[in-house]
């Protein structure tokens, strides 16, 4: 658990040290100009769903999910 917990750290710093640097999601059924992106985990199935608001400089982590589940199901919830 520890190990889990320090690599989702280091993919929160990263993110919040460069927050546009992991690919984007396409996203159905939004219909503004949101950009979710995803990180994931090195030694994990897991990842991070994750938005950037750059205009008040707050990134928004949406979800932690399990990869091998049905890539349908991860922003639903």
């Given at each position: ?11 929160l ?65």
């Amino acid at each position: 658990m520890a190990r889990f917990r320090m690599e989702l750290e280091d993919a929160l710093d990263t993110i919040l040290e460069f927050p546009d640097i992991f690919p984007t999601l396409k996203v159905v059924g939004i219909k503004t100009n949101l950009v979710v992106r995803r990180v994931l985990l090195r030694s994990f199935y897991h990842g991070l769903i994750y938005t950037v608001l750059h205009e008040i400089e707050v990134v928004r982590v949406v979800k932690c999910y399990y990869t091998r589940s049905n890539p349908e199901t991860w922003l639903q919830e």
